[in-house]
């Protein structure tokens, strides 16, 4: 496979943002196997995006040639008080997670946090000599990678997490640091402080986020605003472990406005999630309603949204058909013990 065609598997859909492009032409053009990273928080219920659209991206950078790690943020998310901060708790839940990504990522290779700090003997150095090159002020704008604000009361626990997060990437010794947009944050941080440490400077690739099934306004399912499919939010989004009628019966009552794009999640799944995850996206219609027609990649079927050729009663058939087809099989083989959904379930209540 030549530079052009690694390119493209890593710049296609949902990646939205590559700093920089040319950096990540040279890298792939001096290195067969580049080191890849992402992290990831252990706490809620799976979900369309944390799973199956991150880890359809994971597989783009395997294919690509990159050696892919998924970090298990566990002293991150003891951090940011999820799972009642309990370290234990999330130890477990994180077993959860680890079957998970083996599963949809075969290609990865899948450790904690504690597990890298514990053969990193260096890391809470480089924590503490990354602390030294971030100012206050910005460690606490870099707090939205955390889903928290400045506005937030904080303990002081929460301003380890910026400089930790970045410690990860020199850790793994990553050449690519992918993430969501949310993410953002961190790596430009890591791209500022790295080249003062005298350490490699990661070429950073985020990928855009599922938005929740309530559209640009609020939860379909009558909660709040819903700008992004979330795990503390079961109305949100389709969640890995939903039944196939639970499947149906949200996607049957999310935001589809007709022939709107922007903010549409149905679309957005259909391009992340079916189109990736499966042969193609099949509408059934009648006949007195143009037939069945078959969407084999997302351009066309954007094109019939946005110019009313597609009705939205259609889409949302068609998209709820898919997804039974596309999670029942990984929600079957997932082992989601007793024990774990208590911890996510009572985390989530509380």
Known sequence: MDVHDRLALIEGAPTEEVVTRPELEALLGAN????HYIGLEVSGFLHLGSLLSTGYKINDFAAAGCRCTVLLADWHTMLNDKLGADLGAISRVSRYYRDAFSRVCPGAEILTGTELYAKTDSYWGDVAGIARHVSLARAMRTLTIMGRSES???DLAKLLYPPMQAADIHALDADIAHA???QRKIHMLAREVFPRMGWKVPVSVHQSLLPG????GGSAAG??????????SPASGIFIHDTDAEIRKKVSRAWCEARTVEGNALLAIARD?????GAGLRIERPERFGGDIAYPEYGALEADYASGALHPSDLKSGVAEALVSIVGPVRDSLRLDEEVRALISGAQAG
């Open 180 to 182: 969501g947009m949310d």
């Open 223 to 232: 909660g709040g605003a819903a700008a992004k499919m979330s795990k503390s």
């Open 152 to 154: 937030d009361g904080v």
């Open 32 to 35: 067969d196997s580049p080191r």
């Open 213 to 216: 099934l309530g559209g640009p």
């Open 273 to 277: 999630v079916v189109l990736r995850g």
